[in-house]
């Protein structure tokens, strides 16, 4: 399950992927990243303002092969999110009609890319995880004796995760419409829950729940 390949990482560098090349098929006509809250903040704005405020060292945005009107958009509502300093990549999943595991494979190859030691994987549909709670699992991650930490909200497993470098070859090897989570069964992975808020546990990808987004605050 898990691979020595973790020795080439940078010390202490923990980097954050999101995912946001799906298809939003079930969310009707709109794109459900380009929703909006009550203050007008589309939905991929208020999820990277989140996890650019973490302690991460940079962020990377998975896009579909037709996804950079997204950040477009989102560029166009959230003019602050241009800032170099933001620390925002952009790469692609040429292969995003497979599923989140797409997605996914794409996300951890660039974070092998800059051997970060650890990666906080995100889904861009989950607008209300806060960055107090990114932190709070990049800092049991950093704590040490771990291989992935999970939060918990009520008993039950949220997102995102941090997994360490040592997991990156497994969750490439996961295929279909499916994230991580498959992973978490293995009873070779060395895991840690943090308590957090109800935020990990809420998407926004139907248009009931987009109907509720637009009734959030800030």
Partial sequence: MVSAAAGRCVKDES??????????SRSGNQHKLLAQDA????MLARTLTE???????????????????????????????RIPERRLDICVAPDA?????????????????RHACAALICLADMPLVRTG??????????????????????????????????CFPALQTVEGDRGGRVLL??????????????????????????????ACQG
């Avoid at 203050?39 to 589309?42: D, H, M, N, S």
């Avoid at 996890?51 to 989102?74: I, Q």
């Avoid at 009609?97 to 660039?110: H, I, T, Y």
């Avoid at 808020?197 to 987004?213: I, K, M, N, S």
């Fill in 39 to 42: 203050a007008g903040q589309t």
């Fill in 97 to 113: 009609r497979e599923g989140l595991s797409a997605s996914l494979r794409a996300g951890v190859k660039w974070a092998e890319s």
């Fill in 133 to 166: 709670v990114m932190d709070d699992l990049l800092t049991r991650y950093r704590l040490g004796g771990v291989d992935v930490v999970v939060p918990e909200h009520d008993g039950r497993m949220g997102n995102p995760v941090v997994w360490g470098a040592a």
């Fill in 185 to 214: 069964r293995s009873t070779s992975l060395r895991q840690a829950r943090v308590a957090a808020d109800a935020g990990v546990l809420e998407d926004f990808d139907t248009p009931e729940a987009l109907e509720r987004f637009a």
């Fill in 15 to 24: 980097v954050a992927i999101v995912l946001a090349a799906g298809r939003s």
């Fill in 51 to 81: 996890v650019l405020g973490s302690r991460v060292g940079a962020v990377c945005v998975v896009l579909a092969p037709d996804g950079e009107g997204l950040l477009t958009a989102v560029y166009e509502t959230s003019p602050a999110l």
